[in-house]
């Protein structure tokens, strides 16, 4: 196939498009800089120049494509305060998507995720998915939420469409995000911390798992389908804290709810949340298995402990 990915130079993505390319898909990425574009070129892929705010560009790109990979998000302005104008321009570029796939059968996947489906139990792919299940989102989160649903709602307008939900933790190695962002906390205040007990749950992935996902739901997802990237279901705060304390050699402690947006700054919202998540049906389905190693076993490994991050 022809591929057209949004997103390609970005973490996931620059999974994606070596595991699409050695499967024999030729891949057309979109960059919106010179350093994206040679990141892509380098990896074998045809570069689209534009962002997401060119919809003509996306419109034509799809339609010339024979399946559509979205994994674009601005997350530059979604993480300084703009995370409504973040979550528009991802709704407007996925109708876009949406008028240039329909009537096709082409395959049209996009990124989503499983933080806050179902707080407290273990979360499936057929959570998030009956009316009202978004009542409790507002802003850009409910936006993004409403943004998966006309995704699988193309279904019915002739589009393979499909949502690949991903946990909070996409691990690896170069990670800048959730647990490289816990590691430098725990750093700075020279305490390794979780809140409360520390039995609260993070389900994870590695990125190599998760793109071949991507490839799996662009072959052969059946239109409307609910997928995760859920290599462990939940992993306890405390056990990825303890991992962390033995690595920087410092003490690995409790914080209390009160002082956690203190001690955790932006990651305070998130740390204590309880969000296991199964991918039992996406296993089923598509006959996906992780292979990559597991959170705990990625962070023993060391590579969040040095390097230019570290
Ligand atoms: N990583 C996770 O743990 C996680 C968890 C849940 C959901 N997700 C979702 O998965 C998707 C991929 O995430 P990621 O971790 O790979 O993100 P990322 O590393 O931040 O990459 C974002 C990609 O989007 C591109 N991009 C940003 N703004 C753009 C714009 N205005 N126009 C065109 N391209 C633009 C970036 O291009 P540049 O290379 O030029 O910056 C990059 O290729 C996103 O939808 C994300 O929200 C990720």
Request: aromatic fraction near 6%; proline fraction near 5%; charge should be negative.
């Amino acid at each position: 196939m022809r591929v057209f990915v949004t997103g390609a130079s970005g973490w996931i993505g620059s999974g994606v498009v070596p595991e699409l390319i050695d499967a024999g898909h030729q891949v057309l990425g979109l960059a919106r800089s010179d350093a994206s574009a040679a990141a892509l070129t380098a990896a074998g892929a045809e570069v689209l120049r534009g962002t997401l705010d060119d919809l003509d560009r996306l419109r034509s790109a799809a339609a010339a494509s024979d399946g559509v990979i979205h994994l674009a998000f601005k997350h530059d302005i979604a993480f300084s305060g703009g995370f409504q104008a973040a979550a528009d321009a991802d709704r407007r570029a996925v109708e876009t998507f949406g008028e240039a796939l329909a009537g096709s059968g082409r395959p049209f996947v996009i990124a989503s995720g499983t933080l806050g489906l179902a707080p407290g139990r273990v979360a499936t792919e057929r959570d998030g998915l009956d009316p009202g299940s978004a009542a409790h989102l507002s802003g850009g989160p409910q936006t993004r939420h409403g943004t998966a649903d006309l995704t699988l709602s193309l279904a019915s307008r002739g589009v393979r469409s499909s949502v690949l939900r991903l946990p909070p933790t996409v691990h690896g190695e170069g990670d800048h995000g959730f647990m490289a962002a816990l590691v430098g906390i725990a750093r700075d205040k020279g305490v390794s911390g979780y809140v409360g007990d520390g039995a609260n749950r993070w389900p994870a992935v590695h990125r190599f798992d998760a793109a071949h996902l991507f490839c799996l739901a662009l072959d052969k997802a059946p239109a409307g389908s609910v997928l995760h990237a859920v290599a462990d279901e939940g992993v306890p705060v405390r056990a990825i804290a303890e991992v962390i304390g033995r690595h920087l050699d410092i003490p690995v402690a409790a914080i209390s709810p009160e002082d956690a947006a203190g001690h955790f700054a932006w990651l305070g919202g998130f740390i204590a949340t309880d969000s296991p998540a199964s991918s039992a049906l996406t296993r089923e389905l598509l006959g996906w298995q992780p292979v990559q190693p597991g959170l705990l076993e990625d962070l023993d490994k060391g590579h969040y402990f040095h390097g230019p991050s570290a």
